[in-house]
């Protein structure tokens, strides 16, 4: 289960868990989580945000009639001490926001260690979500190149564009990058330097070489956990415009495709 009253956060939650292989059940209302759980819903994981109206984490966590073997973790960006040592007595673990995806992989991986096929069905079938039918909301416009070889980190970028009714492709190295520029029209790239074959380095280069009329001028944002003052100065060199350390600051994110697109 994830509980948060935060719809993008849930986005991206969901995205990180399902391509770990879990099936997720996603609630934005306290009270509904709270019934469902109290009626006999059970779950092998809990990650309740700790900040949310009507009823925090803390409170929800402690009305809440769990299984014993149910792990609880809670997200805070919280920095009272107080709270925080008191959660640590109702949720096996706290994570303190900007969560790392090391952390829930970290997370999973034990859970599935002693319950693989609870994360996974056997015959592949499909678990349903509960999700809370929102709009998308649409602040920006454009079509963005995505270029990124790690799933996880791919399925939180696209996420995130589609809930504000971005549209984009997927390439997995630089070369595939190269390629789909040249075939299709971009707005901008998100190209993560580290990649095999081609990395986004020379991408980049390529691009800004390419004869396509925005070759040129087309935005170009880094993707990188390297953030020396070395490697932000190589990314200029190449070529590109921005610059956007891992893990991702969603927040940072949003405001760098505004600037840009």
């Avoid at 059970?42 to 009507?54: A, G, L, R, T, Y």
Wanted: glycine residues 4%.
């Amino acid at each position: 289960m994830i509980l948060d009253d935060i719809n993008l956060n849930i986005d991206v939650l969901d995205s990180i868990l399902t391509e770990l292989g879990a099936n997720t059940f996603c609630y934005t209302e306290p009270k509904l989580a709270l019934h469902d759980v109290n009626q006999g819903k059970s779950f092998d994981m809990v990650i309740c945000d700790f900040m949310m109206p009507e009823m925090d984490g803390l409170m929800w966590i402690k009305q809440a009639k769990l299984s014993n073997d149910c792990i609880t973790v809670m997200l805070t960006s919280v920095d009272d001490l107080t709270v925080i040592d008191e959660s640590k007595n109702y949720f096996d673990k706290v994570l303190y926001k900007p969560i790392l995806i090391r952390e829930i992989v970290g997370l999973i991986s034990a859970r599935v260690t002693d319950q693989q096929d609870d994360l996974n069905s056997a015959d592949g079938s499909e678990t349903p979500k509960l999700t809370t039918d929102t709009p998308l909301i649409k602040t920006l416009q454009g079509k963005v190149l995505i270029v990124e070889d790690n799933k996880i980190n791919f399925a939180i970028l696209s996420k995130f564009l589609q809930n504000y009714g971005v549209t984009f492709e997927w390439a997995v190295d630089g070369r595939q990058a190269i390629s789909l520029f040249e075939q299709q029209n971009f707005d901008l790239v998100l190209m993560d330097c580290m990649l095999p074959d081609i990395d986004g380095y020379e991408a980049t280069e390529a691009i800004r070489a390419s004869t396509k009329p925005n070759a040129k001028t087309i935005p170009i944002i880094a993707l990188t956990a390297d953030s020396t003052k070395e490697n932000e100065d190589k990314c200029y060199a190449v070529g590109m415009n921005d610059y956007l350390s891992k893990p991702f600051d969603l927040t940072v994110l949003y405001d760098k495709l505004k600037q840009h697109l």
